[in-house]
């Protein structure tokens, strides 16, 4: 037998191990030889499931190992054994996509499913910022039909890791299982720009507003943007400033087409910032740099960034 590979696998995920490698070596020894006492084997044996079933189980849930699950099942332990990060073997079936482990660990009658890891999460939030449609599927049904958990309303979360990091397939179930988007999960969907969830949401009545469209430029979501200008969003002079902070030239000039009023503060945050092309845009736009102190912070940084040419600051 082979229980190395397994152990450090526990002990680097899950936990130290020291004490499984240690009882499975003795209990293995003793089951082979001849004249080892059934006692002492089992009284190993005991010891290793006693201290670390935990690891077992935990490690066989992420390698998806259902024969391994069953027998700790079938063992009686404690399936809701975590991890000394917070984790039960349902969040690291979830989190992996074993939906085979999960539909066993979910057909045990004491089943926790909603009850978050020590980094707030649940396991039905594993599931969506990783994109398991089908594990999303379980953990919802599970929750829906289980009087002793908390219900669908009080996992928001996982809509904003789904928007985030999965597709809009998943987005889709769980508005359809009765999560509900808010304008803070609109922005999610701006920040994973994928616009297809964004126009999603705004199917799902959500309302776009200046601080929706202040996130897409400042990450840059060109798509989305231009998207939210088309359906009437109004631009200020904030989004304008993000923008040229990050020296997107093609929305800067999204933003001016669509009415935005450039001013002394934009030419500022794009020569602060080291964005030439969009400061020499605004330059062209008419607006002067504010030079009201020769010495200011903003007089140099702009004359430093627009740069010089035979001795002379640049500045048209």
């Given amino acids: 037998m082979k229980f190395s590979c397994t152990v450090r696998r526990c002990n680097s995920q899950y936990g130290r191990s020291d004490n499984l490698l240690k009882h499975m070596r ?14 002492a084997y089992k009284k190993s044996l005991e010891d290793a499931k006693a201290r670390e079933a935990r690891l077992v189980l935990l490690s066989a849930a992420d390698a998806g190992s259902e024969p391994l699950v069953q027998l700790y099942l079938d063992s009686e332990f404690d399936v809701n054994q975590r991890s000394p990060d917070g984790r039960s073997a349902l969040h690291v079936a979830a989190a ?10 979910l057909s045990q009658r004491d089943i926790e499913v ?12 594993y599931a969506a910022r990783e994109g398991h449609e089908g594990m999303v599927e379980l953990i919802l049904s599970k929750l829906q039909h289980s009087p002793h958990n908390k219900g669908v309303e009080l996992n928001s979360e996982a809509l904003t890791l789904a ?10 179930l769980l508005l359809e299982k009765g999560v509900k988007p808010s304008s803070e999960s609109l922005r999610d969907a701006v920040f994973g720009g994928n616009l297809a969830v964004v126009k999603l949401l705004l199917e799902e009545g959500v309302e776009p ?3 929706t469209l202040s996130e897409a430029v400042q990450r840059g979501r060109l798509a ?20 040229t902070k990050k020296g997107n030239i093609t929305v800067v000039n999204l933003l001016l087409e669509a009415g935005v009023k450039p001013d002394s503060d934009s030419l500022s945050s794009a020569a602060y910032w080291g964005n030439v092309e969009v400061a020499r845009l605004l330059l062209d736009l008419g607006l002067k ?14 004359k430093r960034v627009l740069g010089r040419k035979g001795g002379q600051y640049i500045t048209r």
């Fill in 26 to 39: 003795k209990a293995h020894k003793a089951s082979s030889c001849q004249n080892s006492s059934k006692d």
């Fill in 209 to 211: 507003d200046s601080n």
């Fill in 289 to 302: 740099p504010d030079s009201t102190s020769p010495r200011s912070a903003r007089h140099c940084c702009e």
């Fill in 96 to 105: 992996g996509g074993q939906e085979a482990v999960a539909r066993l660990l």
């Fill in 224 to 243: 989305v943007v231009n998207w939210l200008l088309e359906k009437g969003v109004k631009p200020d002079s904030d989004s304008l400033s993000l923008a």
């Fill in 114 to 125: 909603d009850v978050p890891a020590n980094d707030g999460r649940t396991p039905l939030s």
């Fill in 163 to 172: 928007q985030i990091r999965a597709g809009l397939a998943v987005v889709k």
